[in-house]
Every structure is written in structure tokens, then in C-alpha cells.
């Protein structure tokens, strides 16, 4: 990100079918994960952790715009063309909204999913290449990274903490990202630690 030493790191997403949603038979299923039906997806990108507080305060508390003019550098044509952009900024938190968590390397966390939306588009405008959020089917289909276990690494829930953090190891707080095993396809923290927005709404029909 321009002005700034904060990146995102992107993984390519191959296209292709999988079965959304859990069998009807499996352990623990919630009524909304089924029934299952056969999405097809086109190749698409996504970041390889969650959005850190580091990244997303780029955009939400002007970080950018406040180190390039310590740095006394010029405004560029990005920084012209997302300024739209830093007007429709969440409201200023009443709190700190990490609530003592940790912020820097942890996910941001609190934010509507309109605020998740507009950032996209600042991001988009500020980098010159088209973000968004994943649908949920593009989510789910990354999650399972081309497994049809229960896991992206297989059905034994003994497993779950190499891979992620949850209610039994990780002290009633949200973790760095990236700490933990990827799935297949490289994506982190796809099982536990924050919960993720996406573009559209799952329904069980």
C-alpha cells in the first residue's frame, strides 16, 4: 500500500465444482449448511490471512495520508482517486475496539460488512487492481481447498489445534494470523480465530 510498509498477500484460487454445504448425517450440523447442492466457481484471488489491523487502519484512520505528509511527498493520481473514498470512513470508535487483545499482526475486528465493502473500494482505487469480498461459495470452496472431509484436513477434530484457534486454546481471544497450519491451498486461519464477512447472504432453502 502506497506511502505505507503494510501489504496484502494474495493466492490464486482455481476454478472449479464442489458440494456446498454438510451431509445431513455429519457431527454437530447446523440446519443452514445444508441442503447440499453443486456450485461451480470461477478461478478467483484471495488473501492469504485475514486483514490485519495493520492494513486496515491504512484505510480507516487515514495512516496513509498522514505518512506521506510527514514524509512531505506529493498526492498521486491513486491517492486522488481513492480520497473519495476516505469521506464514507467508519465512525470514529468509542472504545479500543481490540479490547485488549493486540492489534499489530492481529485481524481487524468490529466492523460492519458495509465498512468491509467500502474499504474494497478504496483498496481498489488506492492499488489500481479490482477487490471485494468473496461470495459465500467462494469462501466455502476455499475453505475446503478441494476436500470433501469434514476439515480441509481430514474428519478427525483431534487435529483442529495445528490448524486453528477456537474456545480451547485460544484463551478467550483472537490470535495473529497466520500462526497456524494452511489448508491445501494455502489459506490460513479459514477454521476459527475471527469470524469473516462475505458479499452475499447463505440461505437454507
Known amino acids: 500500500l502506497e506511502h505505507t510498509d503494510?501489504?496484502?498477500?494474495?493466492?490464486p484460487i482455481p476454478g472449479g465444482k464442489f458440494v456446498m454445504g454438510s451431509p445431513e448425517g455429519e457431527k454437530d450440523r447446523n440446519k443452514d449448511e445444508g441442503p447440499q447442492h453443486e456450485v461451480e466457481i470461477s478461478p478467483f484471488w484471495m488473501a492469504k490471512c485475514e486483514i490485519p489491523w495493520d492494513v486496515y487502519e491504512v484505510w480507516s484512520v487515514d495512516m496513509d495520508i498522514v505518512r506521506r505528509k510527514l514524509a512531505n511527498e506529493?498526492?498521486?493520481?491513486?491517492?486522488?482517486?481513492?480520497?473519495i473514498f476516505q469521506i464514507s470512513q467508519p465512525t470514529k470508535p468509542y472504545t479500543d475496539m481490540t479490547f485488549g487483545m493486540g492489534k499489530r499482526g492481529y485481524p481487524a475486528i468490529c466492523m460492519t460488512q458495509h465498512s468491509?465493502?467500502?474499504?474494497?473500494?478504496?483498496?481498489?482505487?488506492?492499488?489500481?487492481r479490482y477487490y471485494r469480498l468473496p461470495t459465500e461459495a467462494e469462501w466455502e470452496y476455499a475453505c475446503r481447498a478441494g476436500t470433501k472431509t469434514t476439515y480441509s484436513f481430514g474428519d478427525d477434530p483431534e487435529?483442529?489445534?495445528?490448524?486453528?484457534?477456537?474456545?480451547?486454546?485460544?484463551?478467550?481471544?483472537?490470535?495473529?494470523?497466520?500462526?497456524?497450519?494452511s489448508n491445501p491451498w494455502g489459506?490460513?486461519?479459514m477454521h476459527g480465530n475471527v469470524a469473516e464477512w462475505v458479499l452475499d447472504q447463505h440461505t437454507a432453502d
Open 116 to 128: 468491509c465493502r467500502v474499504f474494497c473500494k478504496w483498496l481498489s482505487a488506492k492499488t489500481g
Open 159 to 181: 487435529q483442529l489445534p495445528e490448524y486453528a484457534w477456537f474456545y480451547d486454546n485460544s484463551n478467550e481471544k483472537y490470535q495473529k494470523v497466520g500462526k497456524k497450519k
Open 6 to 11: 503494510e501489504k496484502i498477500e494474495m493466492l
Open 74 to 83: 506529493p498526492e498521486t493520481e491513486r491517492d486522488r482517486a481513492s480520497s
Open 187 to 189: 489459506l490460513h486461519d
